[in-house]
C-alpha cells in the first residue's frame, strides 16, 4: 500500500464553477476525513466517514460543500459554484479504529 | 471544543543545537499526533503519542496527559529539519477528529 493517494494535486478553477476532488485511503482503514488549510494556519476538519456513513460535518462545510464515500472505500469531496474564499489546500486522511491518522499530498485548490 | 496551543510559533537555529517544542491543549484525549509539514504541503507523521515517551532517532517525545501537555524534542537539528511542526489531538468524546494548534515554523541554519 503506497498511502492516502488525493487527486489532482493542484486545481486551478474559476469562480463560479464547480470542482471534485478525489481521495483513495490506505486500504485497511475505515475511517476517513477531509480537512482545509489556508496559508499560515494547522489543518481545520470538514467531515468524516466511518466505513461509508458520514458521521461528522464541521460547521465550515457549507451547503456548497458535499462529500461521498460509496462503498466505504474511496471518497469525493465537491465544492459547487466556488468562491475565491475557498482557495486552500484540501487534505484527506485515514486511520483504522483508535490509531494514528495519515494524510494524503493534498489538492491545492485556487479559484481566480 | 478543544483549544490546542503551540509554542514557540517560530524557532531559528544554527545546526547542531537542539530544540524543544510545546503543545498544550486543554481538554482530556484520546490522541496525539506530532506531524512535520513538508514544502509541498503534505503531512509527515513524527509521533502517534497520546501518552508517555518515544524515540526515533534524533525525534524524541512525550506526553503528560494528566498536565496537558506534549513536548517534542529535536537533537542534532539539520537544515533538513526546517518545516512546519503541528500538533493534533482528538477528544475522547463522540467526536473523532484532530484537531491542529498553529504549528511551529523552525528554520534550521548551516
Partial sequence: DTGVSQDPRHKITKRGQNVTFRCDPISEHNRLYWYRQTLGQGPEFLTYFQNEAQLEKSRLLSDRFSAERPKGSFSTLEIQRTEQGDSAMYLCASSAQNTEAFFGQGTRLTVV | ?110
Avoid: M
Avoid at chain 2, 24 to 46: A, E, T
Avoid at chain 2, 69 to 74: A, H, K, P, V
Avoid at chain 2, 83 to 93: D, E, K, L, S
Fill in chain 2, 1 to 110: 471544543g478543544i483549544q490546542v496551543e503551540q509554542s514557540p510559533p517560530d524557532l531559528i537555529l544554527q545546526e547542531g543545537a537542539n530544540s524543544t517544542l510545546r503543545c498544550n491543549f486543554s481538554d482530556s484525549v484520546n490522541n496525539l499526533q506530532w506531524f512535520h509539514q513538508n514544502p509541498w504541503g503534505q503531512l509527515i507523521n513524527l509521533f502517534y503519542i497520546p501518552s508517555g515517551t518515544k524515540q526515533n532517532g534524533r525525534l524524541s517525545a512525550t506526553t503528560v496527559a494528566t498536565e496537558r501537555y506534549s513536548l517534542l524534542y529535536i537533537s542534532s537539528s539539520q537544515t533538513t529539519d526546517s518545516g512546519v511542526y503541528f500538533c493534533a489531538v482528538g477528544g475522547t468524546g463522540s467526536a473523532r477528529q484532530l484537531t491542529f494548534g498553529s504549528g511551529t515554523q523552525l528554520t534550521v541554519l548551516p
